[in-house]
Structure formats: structure tokens, C-alpha cells
């Protein structure tokens, strides 16, 4: 009794390589899509339209109110004559944010003019909404909310859906590795759709 020698041995062969042939197609189509969502993202998150800041009549720093934050704030305000300065901060002991970003902890918060306090919720939203209920107090024209650029698109998205008046939102540029800018563009995108379906505070 005689068997083919193909038997075993071609369909084996023949499986690899499809197998092969298989994963090849799935990593490029994984390096395709990896590639058209970074392109995709350019102009929302790396590249987004910035505002102009002069005229403001009030400078927003939102949070965390890291230095990159305080010092674009500190250059509009003297360009524009020491406006106000509302600064978003963190209540560490009502467990919310660093207690490196509390108003004690912020050196800008004790100079005149300047109001640090902590939004509710400790969101964008949230501090749209406090944005409104400070307007309410000490009318301003014009606001400068400073946040960090892969934010920008974000943050503009939300104040214009959450508050009533309009504002002019400006990126600063933070040291980020790959990784970051991976995280960033996950986070990101997760957050606006959260925006979306999630009424303002």
C-alpha cells in the first residue's frame, strides 16, 4: 500500500503560507489606518487653529495651571494692561487633582487681580460653567482661555456648547514623546465624543 507524498506535507506548506500572506495584509492594514489617524488628527490635535489673544479682557487659565499656562497668561496680561486672571485649580484634599496645582501651591493666585478657584465638576464642562457664573459677577467681553494645545479643539467644542458667550482659546506647546502623542490622540478623541453625548453641568 502507497500513500502521496503530498499529502501531508503540500497542505501544510500550502497553510503557512497563506498564514503568511494573512498577517502580511493585516499589519498594513493596521500601519494604513495607524497612518490616516494621525493625519486625521493634525489639525485637531498638533496643528488646531489658534486664537488671537489681544484685547482680552479677561485671561482663563485652565487646568492643571501648569508654568507653560501661567507664562502665556503673564505675557497677555502685560501686553493688555494686567486684566483679570480666573485660574482653574485642583482641591487635592477634596480629592481632586495634585495638590502642586492647589491655590496655595500656585504663586499667581496671590497677585492682584487674580481669582483661583476649583470648578464643579472638575471637568472642561465644569469649568465652562464656572466661567459662566464668573461673567455673571465681573462682566468681560472678551475671554482668553489658555490650555494646552492637543486640548484646543476640545476645549473650544465645549465652551461654545456650554457657554453663552464667546471666548478665544490659545494652545501652549508641552514637551511630549511618541507615547504621549499616542495617549493624547486616544484620550482626545475618547473625551470629545463624551462631550457629545453628555449635557453641560
Known amino acids: 500500500m502507497t500513500t502521496s507524498p503530498a499529502t501531508g506535507a503540500l497542505p501544510t506548506h500550502r497553510r503557512l503560507v497563506r498564514l503568511g500572506r494573512a498577517i502580511r495584509r493585516t499589519l498594513l492594514a493596521l500601519v494604513i489606518a495607524v497612518v490616516a489617524i494621525v493625519i486625521a488628527g493634525l489639525p485637531v490635535?498638533?496643528?488646531?487653529p489658534q486664537g488671537d489673544p489681544t484685547g482680552a479682557d479677561l485671561v482663563y487659565v485652565i487646568g492643571p495651571p501648569q508654568p507653560q499656562r501661567l507664562e502665556l497668561a503673564a505675557a497677555i496680561r502685560d501686553t493688555d494692561g494686567h486684566v483679570p486672571l480666573?485660574?482653574?485649580?485642583?482641591d487635592s484634599?477634596?480629592?481632586r487633582g495634585d495638590s502642586s496645582f492647589d491655590a496655595d501651591a500656585v504663586d499667581e493666585c496671590r497677585q492682584a487681580g487674580a481669582t483661583c478657584t476649583t470648578p464643579e465638576p472638575f471637568t472642561t464642562a465644569g469649568e465652562a460653567r464656572l466661567l459662566t457664573a464668573y461673567i455673571a459677577r465681573q462682566p468681560a467681553a472678551?475671554?482668553?482661555v489658555i490650555t494646552y494645545t492637543p486640548h484646543v479643539a476640545r476645549t473650544r467644542y465645549i465652551f461654545?456648547?456650554?457657554?453663552p458667550g464667546d471666548v478665544t482659546v490659545v494652545g501652549v506647546d508641552t514637551p511630549m514623546t511618541p507615547a504621549d502623542w499616542a495617549f493624547q490622540?486616544?484620550?482626545?478623541?475618547?473625551?470629545?465624543?463624551?462631550?457629545?453625548i453628555t449635557?453641560?453641568?
Open 45 to 48: 490635535y498638533v496643528f488646531p
Open 185 to 196: 490622540y486616544a484620550y482626545q478623541t475618547a473625551a470629545f465624543v463624551k462631550a457629545w
Open 142 to 144: 472678551e475671554t482668553v
Open 93 to 95: 484634599r477634596a480629592g
Open 160 to 163: 461654545a456648547k456650554c457657554y
Open 199 to 201: 449635557p453641560c453641568p
Open 86 to 90: 480666573l485660574i482653574s485649580v485642583s
